[in-house]
């Protein structure tokens, strides 16, 4: 399948997702903080995911927990995204020193133990969702710099950036009215890929309680139901899945969409023909009267 297919599907899958969130009130059966049925209920017509050991509807938590998921993972890639062009471009244009003194920030912050690190962060400042924003953010950041940075290395040899050097532009016009357009699909590239990455974090700091406590996200959904006991029963069936089925969906819907956009960042990722057969229309070409190339 080609990768405008999955982009396309990827792009139908969040959209609905993200429709879902914003209009949560309206989908929603019940108020997900109060109780409307018996703890542990089966699914039925009147709720069909059942409930929680609470008695509170399970469908409207997965609705009302989507806000939650979609904006930490859409919020902190847009800060790591920031972030990532701001040290990537800095760096790949000044060179020198400066390059010297970013490009050690982030080694030091690629080479840290990251899982440890995050939770003892997230601990530390508390449980609160714009904590869990800073933390994620601020430690995902580094990867993004580092690609941009290689891009921008190339970019400022072309020749409008030399020209526009010769003629005395500023280094903030240059970066911003010739680098950024060059490597605007690869920043679309990266914001995809930690906006998929931000969601399994914010998921996998959730399980482990380090969330806010007073709003619920997939990830929480998944904690309250290994705390409360809900693999001791049948309600993991409709207690667990639904959630881990949302998290595993949304991120594949980024993995198509992040697919989709590096192929058109990169036109050789859209042929399926083996190497050699891709360079039928790069072939050397024959000297002058014939001669074989020495």
Known sequence: M???????????????FVIAAVFAPVF????????????????????????????????????????ISLTVGIVTACLATILGITIGVVSGYLRGPVDGVLMRGVDVILSLPFLPLMIVLAAFLGQNTTNLILVIGLLIWARPARLLRSQVLSVRESGHVQAARAMGAT??????????????????????????????????????????????????????????????????????????????????SFVFLGFAIEERVDPRLRSNLPASDSLKDEEIPTPVGGGALR
């Not at 080609?2 to 609905?16: D, F, H, M, N």
């Not at 903080?33 to 059942?50: C, I, K, Q």
């Open 2 to 16: 080609s990768g405008a297919k999955l982009g396309r599907i990827g792009a139908t899958i969040l959209v609905l």
């Open 171 to 252: 280094h903030s016009y240059i970066m911003i009215r010739h680098i950024l357009p060059r490597i605007t699909p690869l920043v679309a590239a990266q914001f995809v890929r930690t906006a998929n990455v931000s969601i399994m974090l914010e998921a996998s700091l959730a399980f482990l309680g380090l969330s806010d406590p007073f709003q619920k996200s997939w990830g929480a959904i998944l904690f309250y139901a290994n705390a409360r006991s809900a693999f001791l029963t049948d309600a993991w069936l409709w207690w667990v899945l639904p959630p881990g089925l949302c998290i595993a969906a949304v991120v594949v």
């Open 28 to 67: 929603a059966p019940y108020d997900p903080t109060v109780r409307t049925a018996e703890p542990f209920a089966a699914p039925s017509l009147a709720h069909p995911l059942g409930a929680n050991d609470v008695g509170q509807d399970i469908l409207s938590e997965l609705l009302f927990a989507s806000r």
